[in-house]
């Protein structure tokens, strides 16, 4: 399904000439010019200019495991797109000739934080941590392709310089909804390759709802051979294995993305309670659902083999997610009394604990008697939010007005929703999580996600459309210091990422506010 005539090429298809022996090669751009996103925090150009071709090597200082991974994979990236082959060392007399991975602990106590620099023969990258060379590696590769793409045949060289750059914010989320619509191993992945680039470090999976049960429970196997064979509109549905889900978590982690497992209860129920009749309070099973309508079902409280099933699937999910949050879900359980919703989530917040994650919820849980850890998940426009939450509480910000991708961009948009109202890339860029809810600490903020209901998304370009660009300035907001970022200026830099899109045959909206290049 494709909404607009993309031009797809492969970013490897563009040849590079070689340099002129007379005169030194010239980048495209200077290293302040390169419009990247997330725009870094401080870059400073040099008068230097690094050939392509001066680079031999890719040096690793640390031997662990996963930079050696990095390394190998910054390997390939510059054999597919620069047709020169690198080789690989864990030591060098001297450092030259050569980009250079390593690990400094004094850069900065934010352990995201990265240096690259940009010299006449050498690349060097130091992170924080592991994952701040990642991030390090992801600016590198991101001001490579945006060169080349843009370069074409004369793009033979790198502008010199420095970046120092470190996130603003720590949690800077997706959320892909695989309930209402299933989308395989291999789109997930796709999506998660995409959000790296942007460096976006969570994906919250929406793994349950009325329409479908997507993950696989071993002791409770209905679930998924009933409850996870339909979705909206009725399709076959499916469902992720345990070793699938495995799998995910491992690319997300190497990816250095953290996946959050959501199981919503008590309501958005549906496609349990109709996989085993005994959560019922009147012990019928219920009808598979294929609509769109929300808040008509609910776990019945009162029953000890509802605390059972709730216990087991927490314990299924916990052992095979590393990271250290449960999503419970408790938004719109609207046929759940108040006084049975708050009973139902105070065991059920301690079965998280028992299984030593962070529980983390829709806001939806201040009704409930929540744990001072709890992650309070904010996405309606209600005004007096600030005024009912427990002050201690964290608070991640996912304002439906703003950074809910399933929003239609304008009133023609082919797919979507709009009970939030529309939402143009510009207004999902000019927002500020600190000052979104009135008398909210901006101290209670741990960060920002965008999530993505699938009601109307039936395929990956479904997504991307939907997805992109506005998730890229999600991800900037989340990165970049709010005083740093000016509309005009990141339209600007956005213009250029629409060849990057397309070399990766992504099915982005094209916003006419955007001249793209």
Known sequence: ???FLKKTFSVASVILLTMSSCSPPQPIFSLEEVPLIPLPSN??????????????????????KSILSMAESLRAFWKENTQRELTLSEESPEVHNTISLEIDENLSSNDEAYALEIGSNVILIKGKTKEGIFRGIKTLEQMITLSQLQGKAKFSSLPGGVIIDEPTYGYRGAMLDVAR??????????YIDLLSIYKINFLHFHLSDDQGWRIEIKSWPRLTEIGGQTQVGGGEGGFYTQDDFKEIVQYASERFITIVPEID?????????????????NGKATE???????GFSTLCVDKDITYDFVDDVIREISEISPGPYFHIGGDESLVTPEEDFNRFMDRTLEIVKKYNKTPMGWYELITADIPEETLLQYWAKTEDFSKVIPKKSKILISASSYSYLDMKYDSITPLGLYWAGYVPIQKAYEWDPRTLVKGLDPEQIIGLEAPLWSETLEDFDDIAYMAFPRLIGHAEIGWTKASQKTWEDYAHRLSFHGPLLQALNVNY?????????
């Not at 870059?43 to 662990?64: F, R, W």
């Open 43 to 64: 870059v400073k150009t040099s008068d230097k200019v690094l050939p392509m071709d001066a680079i031999q090597s890719i040096l690793v200082k640390d031997s662990d």
């Open 1 to 3: 399904m494709c909404y």
């Open 265 to 281: 209860l008590p309501g958005h129920t549906n496609a349990a309670l109709a996989s085993y009749a005994e959560l019922n309070c």
């Open 181 to 190: 619509h299933f989308f395989s191993v291999s789109d997930v992945k796709r």
């Open 288 to 294: 598979l659902y294929t609509g769109i309508k929300v």
């Open 509 to 517: 909206y094209p916003a006419e506010e955007i001249n793209w290049k």
